[in-house]
């Protein structure tokens, strides 16, 4: 793994994947500077092929963490095209807020010129603003329009969370649905930490990496999947 600046000031990790994966933009949660919580999944994805870039944002920012998330989009398309891949052929996953955000993204791809081979939310917070945008992500869905030109999404989230219900995703997945935008919502047996390889302190103030059975097959599991759609 290697950190790097995608701007001046602004750190991400860079998980080098084992070749012929394309790459995954991974982007953590509402706490600024992160992005050491995404570690273990992060890794588990670049051991199955993709290369993954997870960089630091706050959504603190005076602009919610609009520009951090779209400097570190340009930074990683860069690196797609870098490595001569197609930008658009880029994965978009988000945890928690992050999730929010990478929806935001999407369903505004077009106004923003930028595209994406799949959009992954885990354990996403939609009834949150969306970072991007700043209002509800179900304001901003489109009522018609070619459904071949969506980027497709999967929603993971885990019964068991208590900081992001599962409900969030089924309503937004119905809310997609009804737009005609190709969604999955796939519900895993863990909660909101365990949905990424990681276990909340007893404080509730921070995020490590988990060592139990349960908690890492989770996680195997969603990091398996990711790395399929590259």
């Known amino acids: 793994m290697e950190t790097v600046e995608y701007e001046p000031g602004r750190a ?15 982007w953590h949660g509402r706490g600024p500077n992160e992005r050491g919580a995404l570690a273990t999944l992060a ?4 051991e199955r092929g993709p290369t ?8 603190e920012s005076d602009d919610g963490g609009r520009a951090d998330l779209l400097q570190s989009l340009r930074f ?3 690196a797609v095209g870098d490595h001569g891949g197609d930008p658009d052929s ?55 329009g070619p459904a ?13 969370d208590d900081i992001a219900p599962v409900t969030a995703s089924r309503a937004f997945a119905q809310a997609l649905e009804l737009a005609a935008w190709p969604v ?17 302190s007893e404080d509730r103030e921070s995020w490590n990496p988990a060592t139990d059975e349960a908690t890492l097959t989770v996680a ?6 990711i790395a399929a759609l590259t």
């Open 148 to 160: 071949e030109s969506r980027s497709p999404f999967t929603l993971f989230h885990g019964i068991a």
């Open 52 to 59: 993954v870039i997870v960089p630091d944002w706050s959504s």
């Open 184 to 200: 999955e919502v796939i519900e895993l047996p863990t909660d909101h930490a365990g949905i990424v390889g990681t276990v909340l």
């Open 220 to 225: 195997v599991d969603v990091a398996d999947r």
């Open 76 to 78: 990683t398309r860069g």
């Open 90 to 144: 880029l994965v978009l996953v988000g945890w928690s807020l992050g999730g929010t955000a990478a929806a935001g993204v999407t369903i505004n791809a077009r106004r923003l010129g930028v595209g994406f081979a799949h959009t992954v939310c885990l354990a996403g917070g939609f009834t949150a603003p969306d970072p991007i945008s700043g209002v509800l992500l179900t304001g901003q869905l489109p009522s018609g």
């Open 43 to 46: 890794g588990l994805v670049a």
């Open 12 to 26: 991400a990790d860079v998980h080098p994947g084992t070749g012929g994966g394309g790459h995954v933009l991974l």
